[in-house]
């Protein structure tokens, strides 16, 4: 372990400044030669180094995460990219591009979103997914000490979730500093892939979107139209798949030959021919079936996750494992962990009981926690919705925590089933009702004030069932100042007329902090009194103790060496 970690600080991080300031430099040069040459000969003559460059810099780099994701992004993304740019394709030929977002747009996995619709608002993931899926990787990290002890082919399954994640998190981290810095919405890299319902639905719609949007106009639609040609338009599709699979597969074994500098023995391009051979069949059985027939959604998930994990083990992990990716992975992740206890020992940070907390700060950690947990719930439910019945369930939250003002908080981002039942069973009736007696504008003020109304009665209800106490005045207060701030704020909008407004990033930390501390203020204390978060935490406790209980049964059970 010491030795990785020396290696790191001393070379690696070293190496890998180096290799991205080098493909900055180049991409730099890329952006000016755009600009003089605009033919597709000229431009390809004096990018065509670059690429050359971009296929050799991830050798210079030994560690699996840097290394791979250098391969990833340099190798493969950024010279597809580069091709298209060589021939006015994609967003980074725009003549007007500034040089940042063609720095970003060819070397990060990101995708600017043209049409904000709503297939793209339901690909939207919140930062709660992405901390749940963070935290089911540290738990795998974990599981990695009691690999000896549990089935290879049990192991073999928390391979694949290890490679997803992985790829998952470390795509949404560039994709996030992308956001950052260029300030525009992007469009999702994964979109669930293990809700898929064919190798279609997985490969086309849901795995690694920034691969199948780079492949589509760098290979599949060129080879479309030349095979429209000979074969015609129906059966057209099927010699472009299969060469996109093929040239996927190439690429996938560029990346392990930079991470194990071996000898390439095709099983991934194996892999990826297969899957290739099996989404023909399935568009051919699809154009013979006509939409007469088809799998329950709920088999087709198990099938063809089934079939793309099976496949996985045959065929992609081998060449992985013979590179030693995962010993190599965990000491890297283990250094890393290593370093962040030093670094946190060295400042003396230390975990602080909650009774030693100042009282605001636990009331804060209060919301967080009432936010979470909501959002894990309404997210667990919606989730087995889609699976049981096939359809898409919008998310119950759409990142609260981005709220430029009251009325976007309440009406659009914070618990959207909520406020969808109550607009169409108290406020759009209010309305109807009361604009035969009054004027329109005070009718919508009055549903308004009339919803937050029915909202803190079914909320003290709740309050209720959890405490078996005599309501307070706390929750009460708390839904009537946001109904007339929401009030207030809808009348100041209609007086300025959009001619004023603060910046959007003064807006959120306002919206935000009040809402938080108006709920701390009124509606938290009244929790606490219930000893909500007592009881919630020896649930917990039991809970992670009877899972921790089964999971040791198992081991005992199940386990090679205990049958030994």
């Not at 010491?2 to 400044?17: D, H, L």
């Not at 760098?218 to 010699?239: D, H, M, N, Q």
């Not at 990716?325 to 909650?354: H, M, P, Q, Y």
């Amino acid at each position: 372990m010491a030795n990785v970690m020396r290696y790191w600080m001393e070379g690696e991080i070293k190496s890998f400044i180096k290799v991205w300031l080098s493909a900055f430099l180049s991409l730099c040069y890329c952006y000016f030669a755009g600009k003089i040459l605009t033919k597709a000969a000229a431009r390809l003559a004096a990018v065509l180094p670059v690429v050359c460059l971009f296929l050799l810099l991830p050798l210079q780099l030994h560690s699996m995460h840097l290394g791979g994701t250098t391969s990833f992004f340099l190798a493969w993304l950024a010279n597809f990219k580069l091709l298209m740019f060589v021939f006015h394709e994609g967003p980074s030929s725009n003549p007007s591009i500034s040089l940042p977002r063609f720095l970003a747009l060819v070397c990060l996995p990101i995708k600017l979103v043209e049409n904000e619709n709503n297939q793209f608002r339901k690909g939207q993931k919140s930062f709660f997914n992405y901390a749940i899926k963070a935290l089911l990787y540290a738990l795998i990290m974990k599981t990695y000490d009691y690999q000896h002890y549990i089935y290879p082919t049990i192991v073999m399954v928390i391979y694949c979730c290890h490679v997803y994640l992985c790829l998952e998190i470390i795509l949404a981290v560039a994709a996030a500093t992308a956001r950052g810095l260029l300030g525009v919405e992007l469009e999702p890299q994964f979109d669930e892939p293990y809700l898929s319902t064919s190798l279609q639905d997985f490969w086309g719609r849901r795995w690694n979107l920034m691969v199948t949007r780079i492949l589509r106009p760098t290979v599949y639609i060129p080879v479309l139209e030349w095979s429209t040609k000979f074969v015609g338009r129906k059966w057209a599709p099927l010699p472009a798949v299969m060469s996109t699979f093929v040239v996927s597969g190439l690429m996938h074994e560029v990346i392990f030959y930079h991470l194990g500098r071996v000898k390439p023995t095709w099983e991934i391009t194996w892999f990826f021919l297969l899957h290739g051979a099996c989404l023909m069949v399935e568009i051919v059985f699809k154009k013979a079936v006509n939409g007469r027939w088809r799998l329950p959604r709920i088999l087709g998930v198990i099938l063809t996750v089934g079939f793309v994990m099976a496949t996985g083990f045959w065929l992609f992990l081998p060449p992985l494992l013979r590179c030693k990716a995962d010993e190599r992975g965990l000491a890297e992740v283990a250094a890393v962990g290593a370093f962040v206890k030093d670094v946190l020992r060295a400042f003396n940070l230390t975990v602080i009981s909650t009774d030693k907390l100042p009282r605001d700060i636990v009331l804060f950690l209060v919301c967080l926690f009432i936010y979470f947990g909501l959002e894990v719930l309404l997210g667990v439910f919606g989730i087995i919705a889609q699976v049981l019945l096939g359809t898409e369930v919008e998310p119950p939250f759409d990142e609260p925590y981005l709220s430029t003002s009251v009325q976007n908080f309440w009406g659009r981002r914070w618990n959207r089933v909520s406020s969808s039942s109550l607009r169409w069973v108290v406020y759009n009736p209010t309305i109807c009702h009361l604009s035969r007696a009054l004027d329109r504008k005070w009718a919508e003020k009055v549903a308004l004030v009339g919803t937050f109304v029915v909202s803190y009665l079914m909320h003290e209800i709740i309050f209720y069932y959890l405490g078996r106490v005599r309501p307070g005045l706390g929750t009460t207060s708390f839904f009537l100042i946001q109904g007339l701030c929401v009030a207030i704020e809808i009348e100041l909008k209609k007086k300025i007329d959009a001619r004023w407004q603060l910046p959007q990033i003064i807006m959120g930390p306002l919206v935000f902090g009040f809402v938080m501390c108006t709920f701390m203020w009124l509606a938290v204390p009244e929790l606490l009194e219930y000893n909500v978060d007592d009881r919630l935490l020896k649930e917990y406790a039991a809970l992670g103790a009877f899972f921790k209980d089964l999971g040791l049964a198992l081991v005992q059970i199940y386990s090679p060496t205990a049958k030994n």
